[in-house]
């Protein structure tokens, strides 16, 4: 068989395996009450409990806040109406899905401190499975703001041989002073992309081509 027999077959086995690299999408991983939205409170509201996520370290504080309109905030929620607070703690929430090889997690959210201009606490943003920290975003002392959002985000990937795989994914937030408010969080899973190993085999049919056409 004459090598442009082969080249249009071995162009179309690229091309079958290329296209899937093509659809590679990040898929949402579900974090229950991520806007803080519930329970629904009235303006200026706020409580002492946060549905769905639990309180994991620290004796401070934590609700959920309606914050439009409240005197000490002069911003609105990102998402939604309400925000999540926390004075001093850790809060946390254990998902539902585990830690996969190959995929990278984009976990995102907003935040803002409250009350404390030029001076505002740190604060860290945690992806965790097993109970082990994957990858973390810190805010020092000073960085956030007052009263203004700013989109946090921290990103990991797991490869092969981690010992965390299978192991529950679990999402922590640490405010270091009063009044940390939060809002909007979302994760995201995106399987790696392996280009590599299919222009590999792309090559290795194309030598095969050259081959078959020497021996013709
Ligand atoms: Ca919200």
């Keep these: 068989m004459k090598f442009h027999n082969y080249f ?11 296209l ?12 229950l009450n991520h806007s803080f939205e519930e ?12 549905p769905d996520w639990s309180l994991v370290t620290g004796a401070g504080q934590i609700g959920v806040w309606n914050i439009p309109y409240q005197t000490l905030v002069t911003t609105e929620a990102p998402d939604g109406t309400q925000v999540g607070y926390a004075h001093g703690a850790t809060i946390g929430q254990v998902l539902s899905a585990s830690l996969l090889v190959d995929t990278t997690y984009t976990l995102t959210m907003e935040a803002a401190y409250s009350g404390c201009p030029g001076s505002c606490p ?14 973390e975003a810190i805010r020092a002392d000073g960085a956030l703001n ?11 990937t797991a490869t092969s041989g981690h010992l965390n795989l299978g192991d529950a994914l ?36 194309l030598g095969l ?7 013709a």
């Design 209 to 215: 081509g050259v081959v078959k056409r020497k021996k």
């Design 146 to 156: 007052d009263d203004v959002f700013q989109a946090v985000t921290t990103t990991f």
């Design 170 to 205: 679990e999402v922590r937030l640490m405010s270091a002073g009063p009044e940390l408010m939060f809002d909007n969080f979302q994760l995201d899973a995106s399987p790696v992309p392996v280009p590599a190993a299919a222009w590999l085999f792309g090559s290795a049919l």
């Design 8 to 18: 249009p077959s071995a162009i179309s086995i690229l091309l079958l395996l290329t």
């Design 122 to 135: 740190a604060m860290s943003l945690g992806l965790f499975a097993g109970g082990d920290l994957l990858s």
């Design 39 to 50: 329970p629904p409170l009235a303006d200026t509201v706020w409580n002492l409990t946060i």
């Design 20 to 31: 899937p690299l093509c659809n590679v999408h990040a898929a949402p991983i579900t974090i």
